[in-house]
């Protein structure tokens, strides 16, 4: 028989989800500690778009440090990020029926390669297309600061790996029967709003030509998280006939 949240018990779930906070705080933890030995080289990839460090400046006496602290945090979440889908899925495993728990767990390693798919996509197609737009519009020489351009390319680089996971996320939910592809259709204009929404939180400027770079492929990713909310939908029905 399969069990539900309702028959868990509830300080035994609350202290299940402190462990795997625990677990995925030091997931954390050790991924920074080993983007740290590699922040360097972290450095100086982020800093190629715009043409390496001498097309940048830094003011103030902390920048450095908190440009620093923004790449190793942003390197330590990517390193641990499938450790913690894992734990995300032991949490609510207890929860799942028996095919639900074998798709989730599926998707797991999934999960990770659509975020560094995401991620990949800011730094290779997204970067090099917005910063010499950017920077090259009439006026003076743009010598960004440091800071601030990392604040620009960490954000872009960690929303878009977000992002990457919504049409999974979609289907998953699809396949467990909490959302429909008709529903997701009906919804597309709410949709719009919320990813606008995201795209102004993103972006560390209110232009409205860095919120549409992101809301571009946002919108993409929605639409086919939709068809494959259809393909979910019919592979849940089939084995509903055969069971």
């Known amino acids: ?108 390693p999934l999960a990770s390669a659509l975020f560094i798919a995401g991620a990949a996509f800011a730094y290779l197609v997204m970067l090099p297309a917005a910063i010499p737009f950017l920077t090259q519009i009439p006026g003076p020489t743009v010598l960004p600061k440091w800071n601030d351009y990392i604040k620009f390319v960490t954000s872009l680089i960690f929303w878009m790996g977000l992002s990457f996971e919504m049409p999974l996320v979609m289907f998953l939910l699809a396949k467990i029967g909490l959302v429909t592809p008709k529903g997701l259709l009906k919804a597309w204009r709410y949709a719009i709003v919320i990813i606008a929404i995201i795209a102004a939180a993103a972006t560390p400027t209110p232009d409205p030509i860095n919120m549409a770079l992101l809301m571009l492929p946002l919108l993409f990713l929605y639409f086919l998280g939709i068809l494959l909310a259809v393909f979910a939908r019919k592979k849940t029905d089939e084995y509903h006939l055969n069971h």
């Open 1 to 108: 028989m399969e069990k539900n949240y309702f028959d868990i018990d509830l300080p035994m779930h609350l202290n299940e989800l402190r462990t795997r906070l625990l677990y995925a705080l030091l997931a954390i933890v050790v991924g920074v500690v080993s983007a740290i030995i590699f922040a360097d080289f972290l450095l100086e990839l982020l800093a190629r778009p715009i043409g390496g460090f001498d097309r940048l400046v830094s003011i103030q006496v902390t920048e450095n440090f908190t440009a620093y602290f923004k790449v190793t945090l942003l390197g330590g979440f990517i390193l641990a990020f499938p450790f913690l889908l894992l734990q995300l899925y032991l949490f609510i495993s207890p929860g799942l029926k028996q095919h639900e728990r074998r798709w989730i767990l599926i998707s797991v």
